[in-house]
């Protein structure tokens, strides 16, 4: 299911039409204005009217036009003030409740809170509200089995691919960001970023993509700043945590991040880029990057310090050590090329044996930066 903002005239025929549709038929127990409901010319005025000034989004199951609600945003309280379906089942009004709490987590509002318009669908709806038609934010309603995943690069190769659905992990691949520079369109770390296991934060224009993909669940944050392809703006999500340390150059972290992250004790670097130059485990890092290297040792970290480069990046000189790879606890350290190709494997093989972490490679790729790999668990 996909939400698009209504910002533009886009898709005000469309939208137009399912109105005048629905206003007419026996979906709606308590019936709209005569001359509005049979007046299409009407409902396009009326609507190109309010989208200037009110939150409007319209609702595709594929590329199925199935509904549309508007909200209205009022201190600390998020208000569906319309909300219109063609069908509903509890799928697809899950998928309702989860973008509003997503809406609403990454706005700071507490309360989500319903206004109804007649429609026949509303007890439907009411059965999952308070007596004050609010719904409670939590994910624990969402009665879905929880299921290890990884988020790849959509470039990945069929050898990482097979080898990860093999061990049971579900796949869920990149967006293809139409801001950032198309050489690195697909990575994954300038787009998601893990906060837990159960809550992720996404750029503004990846949302529907990850929200579409990710189980119910899962709560996502959107970022406040709007990622570019520029620095520091293609980087806002690019930074990692180890041991309730938050290692980043803060002018380049958004703000959605350190206020999810406030109990974490930040370790400033120089970097901007944390993530990429980083392999990160549970205890211990592997860089490329010195003053990474060395700031972490200093909260008595552990870390190994990497030679720089040596890393395909298509279009660029040298990719970097963090976008090779991703690291869970059941599977160890898996990298998206092979291994064997690169300059200081020795010296890798070598940090990981040391601490007894497991790692695989596949052979159907090169040893390449393609934005590192988000597992769940």
């Avoid at 429609?119 to 879905?144: A, G, P, V």
């Amino acid at each position: 299911m996909i939400f698009i903002d209504l910002l533009e005239d886009e898709y005000i025929e469309e939208l137009s039409d399912f109105v005048y549709k629905l206003r007419n038929n026996f979906l709606f127990q308590n019936k709209f204005d005569s001359n509005l409901a049979k007046n299409r010319t009407t409902i396009i005025k009326s609507l190109k009217k309010q989208i200037s000034n009110r939150n409007h989004f319209v609702i595709f199951e594929e590329t199925k036009l199935i509904g549309y609600l508007v909200l209205d945003l009022d201190d600390k309280e998020l208000l569906i003030k319309e909300i219109y379906l063609d069908k509903i089942n509890k799928s697809i009004l899950f998928k309702i409740f989860r973008f509003l709490m997503d809406y609403a987590l990454s706005n700071l509002f507490d309360i989500i809170k319903f206004k109804f318009n007649g429609f026949i669908f509303d007890e439907i709806i009411k059965e999952h509200l308070d007596d004050q038609n609010r719904l409670e934010i939590k994910n624990d309603m969402f009665e879905e089995s929880h299921k290890k995943f990884a988020i790849i690069s959509f470039k990945a190769k069929n050898g990482l691919i097979k080898f990860l659905k093999g061990n049971c992990y579900e796949v869920i691949y990149s967006f293809d960001s139409k801001k950032m520079d198309e050489k690195v369109s697909d990575h994954v770390d300038m787009q998601i970023r893990k906060i837990n296991e159960n809550a992720f934060v996404c750029t503004q224009e990846s949302y529907f993509h990850y929200r579409a993909y990710l189980p119910n669940y899962i709560a996502l944050y959107v970022t406040e700043l709007e990622i570019t392809n520029t620095y520091p703006k293609d980087c806002l999500l690019n930074n990692f945590s180890i041991e309730n340390h938050l290692v980043c150059n803060k002018k380049s972290v958004d703000p959605v991040v350190l206020k999810l992250l406030k109990d974490e004790k930040i370790i400033m670097v120089k970097q901007g880029y944390s993530k990429c130059s980083t392999v990160v485990t549970d205890k211990f890092v592997i860089t490329s990057d010195k003053s990474i290297y060395a700031s972490v040792q200093k909260q008595n970290i552990k870390a190994y310090l990497i030679d720089y480069g040596e890393i395909k990046l298509e279009g660029y000189d040298t990719g970097f050590i963090g976008g090779t790879c991703g690291y869970c606890a059941d599977l160890g350290v898996v990298f998206y090329g092979n291994l064997e190709n690169y300059k200081f494997k020795n010296k890798l093989i070598e940090f990981l044996e040391k601490e007894n972490i497991k790692y695989y490679y596949t052979d159907d790729d090169d040893f390449i930066d393609r934005g590192s790999i988000i597992f769940n668990y």
